[in-house]
């Protein structure tokens, strides 16, 4: 199969061809229609990520079963599915058997049998999830990464009716978390340093854009505060400075790699009782839930979409910060 292969760290990726895999005891072999790209596979091409070289990248992988392995019982093949990053546990930890793999310290992840950017891929089973009849590719690809995280940190929050959320940041993660926040009944604004996509915001389902200042918190506070503030941005000052604008009993859920996150408003977090956590892919229900959602038609994410092909120019872009909103790579 032809495949798109990171050889070195920092380099261009390679287009190479290498042997189609054979599906092993409990796993499938998906043929890739689309791959999602975001901020992680750049964080994998610096050298970020644990992976060991070569390796084929791609986290957002959705294609066709063609082939599965011994003792295959939940998936048929020509099943449409996604992969999800984790794609299983060891097995026999406490966080296992309790059913809660995601927690497992020792998981199976595209990192260990290779990516989406390629004609085929490897992948467990117990990884792979079903698309809804009649939710495009390109779209589902989304869902794997950007729409699973989003939905992941929203019920991380543990939302009540009524309560009113704050995105901050509109990029590949916020414009789908203000989509499924809203989608679930909330009152979502957009906090965002650019005015373009504060405007933006409203036309994603946000009842205000706010811009930014140089006080975030305090513009936010200004603006009625939030319950929640989900933040997707990769800046670490702008979450640390945000938390003022959280209302009592206030919940910070950041979702974005950033760098050192050093709080100063230690009087938010003790008289107002707030929180601050950090979430990821969490339950599997997470990711169902968003593909249900976006297959009724009340989430659609914003894509640009490629060849497969221009793997290494869609990097650049994404690394840039010049992709609106979500760039997906397509097969044939």
Not at 41 to 62: A, K, N, S, Y
Not at 162 to 171: S, T
Not at 197 to 214: F, H, P, S, T
């Amino acid at each position: 199969m032809r495949a798109a292969v990171i050889t070195r760290l920092n380099s261009p990726w390679e287009f190479q061809q290498v042997a189609d895999p054979v599906a092993g005891p409990g796993q499938v072999v998906v043929r890739i229609h689309a791959c999602g790209m975001c901020f992680s596979d750049v964080l994998v091409h610096r050298g970020h990520w644990p992976v060991q070289l070569p390796i084929v990248p791609g986290h957002e992988p959705v294609g066709e079963v063609v082939q599965l392995g011994p003792g295959v019982t939940t998936l048929r093949v020509g099943d449409r599915v996604g992969v999800s990053w984790m794609q299983r546990g060891e097995g026999r930890c406490v966080q296992c058997q309790s059913a809660r793999p995601v927690r497992c310290e020792h998981t199976q992840t595209w990192m260990d049998l290779g990516g989406g950017y390629a004609d085929l891929m490897l992948a467990w089973e117990s990884g792979c999830t079903l698309l809804p009849e009649g939710l495009s590719y390109t779209d589902a690809a989304v869902a794997f990464c950007a729409g699973f995280t989003s939905m992941s940190g929203l019920r991380n929050a543990d939302p009540k009716p009524g309560e009113r959320v704050c995105v901050l940041g509109v990029g590949g993660l916020g414009h789908m978390a203000v989509q499924l926040a809203t989608a679930i009944g909330l009152e979502v604004v957009v906090l965002t340093t650019s005015p373009d996509k504060a405007d933006y915001a409203k036309q994603l389902g946000a009842v205000d854009g706010i811009v930014a200042g140089d006080d975030p918190g305090r513009t936010l506070a200004e603006a009625g505060g939030a319950d929640i503030i989900l933040a997707t941005t990769t800046s670490a000052e702008l979450v640390a400075k945000v938390l003022s604008g959280l209302r009592y009993a206030g919940r910070l859920v950041t979702m974005g790699v950033t760098g050192p996150l050093k709080i100063d408003d230690m009087m938010t977090l003790l008289f107002k009782q707030c929180s601050i956590k950090g979430s990821t892919h969490n339950n599997r229900s997470d990711l169902v839930e968003v593909l249900t959602l976006m297959a009724s038609g009340k989430v659609r994410p914003v894509v640009e979409t490629y060849a497969m092909d221009e793997v290494n120019d869609v990097l650049k872009r994404v690394e840039a910060g010049q992709v609106r909103y979500r760039a997906v790579l397509q097969n044939g």
